[in-house]
């Protein structure tokens, strides 16, 4: 296992989730396509957020409360092939927390989670209601702190 990533795993909260590849989760070569990376991360924060007790369709869009955590940025590392069929584990955890947005971590490992393939993060910011950013509600920065 990538050793910064396994202090990454031991040092912050995180969730593991399977991944299984389908077919539509491919490009014409058979080998996963760049988007679904993302998708997965995206299915990744909401494991993370239902992991904490929150579920996440009040947070990425609140209208009650006023606010939003739209995906600011993203970025992944494609280190080793992943075919249609295979199976991965996903790592979740926080890289980084900040009083308006939240830095994610991923980690994606082969099926017996030795073998890191893939790597990304991807920062959420809350925004109010005119599109500007605004803090973070209390329940999300609390996760930061907390024990597993």
């Not at 998708?39 to 606010?67: D, K, V």
């Not at 830095?103 to 030795?114: K, P």
């Amino acid at each position: 296992m990538d050793e910064g990533a396994q202090r990454d795993r031991m040092s912050s909260p995180s969730v593991t989730i399977p991944i299984v590849i389908h077919f539509g989760d491919t490009d014409p070569y058979g080998v996963v396509y760049f988007a679904s990376y993302f998708r997965y991360c995206h299915h990744g924060i909401e494991a993370f957020l239902r992991h904490f007790g929150l579920p996440p369709q009040p947070y990425f869009r609140n209208t009650e409360r006023g606010f939003g955590l739209p995906v600011v940025g993203a970025s992944c590392d494609f280190l080793r092939p992943v075919r249609y069929g295979d199976e991965l584990i996903l790592t979740v955890s926080l890289k980084t927390v900040k009083p308006k947005a939240m830095t994610f971590a991923f980690h994606f490992y082969d099926s017996v989670g030795e073998q890191l393939v893939a790597r990304g993060e991807a920062t959420i910011v809350s925004i109010d209601r005119s599109w500007k950013s605004c803090p973070l509600p209390p329940e999300l920065l609390a996760i930061a702190s907390a024990e597993q």
